[in-house]
């Protein structure tokens, strides 16, 4: 016998907006003018990830700011789905810069939710014991002599480490939980 | 005239697995007359970890814009991701004092302090701004008469607009008046402008993969025998990852992908071995035989 669920249709409850959220964006470097978004969709409409994902849609996380849907924003894997072209911020015709409210969030989620996915955690990993994100083999190193390059210069691995203390990024990194993939469908 | 002179700035992704750009970018440049000092002690540009925190990218492009300055040269990078978080660093510390202190904060605790002194430039900004197009052309000895490209910019060397400030990102042509100094036709095609996708790859392959296939059709429909870049990010997308894109769509692009000074040394006249050709994943056996036969 199968159990019938109850419908739960998809509103927002009152109780899951945040007022001030969207001041506190607006506070944050990148984000500043969050406020100012009027719905055009324009950023949408030019997203080269929105034509392949059927939910990443800039416009709806601007608006989620603006009602301080906090909690939804930062749990929702849609988020780490933006490239970072900036098509957005150089087509918003009110200077809203979206990649970089995006940005803001994500901090965020690493921050208030412990969140990150995995590949940032490995190359973060790989920083913070080499000076580059990605752990370069020693039969590269030879290569690149056996190919007349210059050797490698070696990062100062003391400055690197402290840059990483003094930011709280080593603390934030510890505690993270990774996240393996995100759907985009 | 004195010798354009910069330090140069490899990455990490150029010296992990494509020392074909660095080869080739050395040997042209060298060519041209610009002088490049190894930069000491750098390290990651800080690009990946702004997704972690945006203080920390900040203060590792800082501490490397730190040593610029101390060397007292500007910074030439060869891939768009070292470009964007380095010259937006640049041009945000020199600008906001309220982020410039709060970095300078950080900095202090290793011994550096940004003071703002020094200069952020990509390989293709070298070549149009400071070395110029008319000494380009002069040491075109092989011009590539026979051949039909296109050219993939990627998005950080055009974007955001009020960092870059330089090519008009919606009708970019910094790249494509550098390809026709070797001779071969530029030809346009679709959504040129368009991403290539790899910034996410590690989250979800899915996007990136069509929107990679979609740009290797638009390049393909109007005929290229080669794609161009200028990002190592981007080459490994539409290069490295070529088969793997033909195996999802059941689609066969064999469409050999170029690092920009690649196609110029070809010019020059350098040797396909002197410019690691042998290095791409799709081999441009027809394309060499192409230009062969224009000599």
Do not use: N
């Given at each position: 016998m199968t159990e019938e669920k109850e419908y739960v249709p998809p509103v927002i409850k009152a109780e899951e907006l945040d007022p001030k959220f969207k001041y506190k964006m607006s506070k944050e470097h990148?984000?500043?003018k969050v406020m100012v978004c009027f719905q055009c969709g324009t950023c949408t409409a030019d997203c080269p990830i929105a034509r392949f994902s059927e939910f990443y849609r800039p416009r709806r996380i601007a608006r989620m700011v603006q009602l301080g849907l906090k909690d939804r924003l930062l749990l929702d894997g849609a988020l780490w789905l933006c490239?970072?072209?900036?098509t957005c911020v150089d087509h918003?015709?009110?200077g809203v810069e979206i990649a970089g409210i995006v940005r803001v969030l994500r901090n965020m989620t690493v921050e208030d939710k412990n969140l990150l996915p995995l590949v940032y955690k490995e190359l973060a990993t790989n920083l913070m014991k080499t000076g580059f994100v990605y752990e370069i083999p020693d039969s590269r190193l030879q290569k690149r002599v056996e190919q007349g390059l210059p050797p490698l210069p070696k990062p100062n691995m003391k400055d690197v480490l402290k840059i990483f203390e003094v930011t709280g990024s080593a603390r934030l990194l510890e505690k993270v939980q990774t996240i393996a993939k995100v759907e985009s469908k | 005239m004195t010798k354009p002179k910069y330090l140069l700035f490899t990455g990490c992704v150029i010296p992990y697995r494509l020392s074909s750009y660095e080869i080739s970018a050395r040997k042209v440049l060298a060519k041209l007359d610009v002088e490049l000092v190894e930069m000491p002690e750098y390290n990651c540009c800080g690009y990946p970890m702004d997704v972690v925190n945006h203080d920390l990218m900040l203060t590792l492009a800082a501490r490397n814009l730190c040593v610029a300055e101390k060397m007292g040269l500007p910074i030439l990078t060869l891939c768009n991701g070292c470009f964007c978080s380095l010259n937006e660093t640049n041009k945000i510390l020199k600008e906001d004092k309220k982020q410039r202190e709060k970095i300078n904060g950080y900095l202090k605790e290793v011994?550096?302090?940004?003071?703002?002194?020094?200069?952020?430039?990509?390989?293709?900004y070298v070549l149009s701004e400071d070395v110029g197009f008319e000494k380009i052309k002069n040491t075109v000895t092989k011009p590539l008469s026979n051949i039909r490209v296109a050219q993939h910019s990627g998005c950080h060397v055009l974007r955001p607009k009020k960092y870059v400030a330089r090519?008009?990102?919606e009708n970019p042509t910094t790249l494509k008046n550098l390809i026709k100094l070797t001779g071969a036709e530029c030809?346009?095609?679709?959504d040129e402008t368009?991403?290539?996708g790899n910034p996410i790859i590690g989250v979800n392959e899915d996007v990136p993969f069509n929107m990679a296939k979609e740009k290797l059709e638009h390049v393909r429909a109007v005929g290229a025998q080669a794609l161009i870049t200028v990002c190592p990010f981007c080459h490994i997308m539409f290069d490295l990852n070529q088969p793997r894109i033909e195996r999802a769509f059941n689609e066969k692009f064999n469409l050999?992908?170029?690092h920009y000074p690649q196609l110029l040394g070809l010019a020059m006249g350098f040797t396909p071995e002197e410019l690691a050709l042998n290095e791409l994943r799709v081999k441009p056996t027809e394309l060499l035989n192409l230009m062969k036969r224009g000599e």
């Open positions: 990148g984000a500043e490239s970072s072209c900036f918003c015709p009110q | 011994d550096m302090e940004f003071k703002g002194t020094t200069e952020v430039k990509h390989l293709i090519d008009d990102p030809l346009d095609y679709m368009e991403c290539c050999p992908v170029l």
